[in-house]
Nanobody
Framework: QVQLVESGGGSVQAGGSLRLSCAAS????????????MGWFRQAPGKERERVAA????????YYADSVKGRFTISRDNAKNTVYLQMNSLKPEDTAVYYC???????????????WGQGTQVTVSS
């Protein structure tokens, strides 16, 4: 099993920054952690879930949605089984529930992700 717990969401004014964290745990993850890609997704009210960023276990492969390139940075600390999303220059359109996900496969493929966290709310006011 894999458990994912997000933290770091909140409210910020446009132009501000937030850092999200996602801690992974569970017997399966601990045993096979080197196989797991991890990613961040978001879902705004009335919209479909959107891929935001993803990273391979080594950090050598990353993916960013066009809407966040240059503003968001994904990273991971494998010793802590934690992935981070640094979000800078936030815009009101970044407002959404942000979900952490993990899975085995290519970071850019949606079907890679089998395990999901509960989500954390990010609200950006203008």
């Amino acid at each position: 099993q894999v458990q994912l717990v997000e933290s770091g969401g909140g409210s910020v004014q446009a132009g501000g920054s937030l850092r999200l964290s996602c801690a992974a745990s569970g017997r399966t993850f601990s045993t096979f952690s080197s196989r797991y890609a991890m990613g961040w997704f978001r879902q705004a009210p009335g919209k479909e879930r959107e891929r935001v960023a993803a990273i391979s276990w080594s950090g050598g492969s990353t993916y960013y949605a066009d809407s966040v390139k240059g503003r968001f940075t994904i990273s991971r600390d494998n010793a802590k089984n934690t992935v981070y999303l640094q979000m800078n220059s936030l815009k009101p359109e970044d407002t959404a529930v942000y979900y952490c996900a993990a899975g085995v496969g290519r970071v850019e493929l949606l079907q890679t992700y089998d395990y999901w966290g509960q989500g954390t709310q990010v609200t950006v006011s203008s």
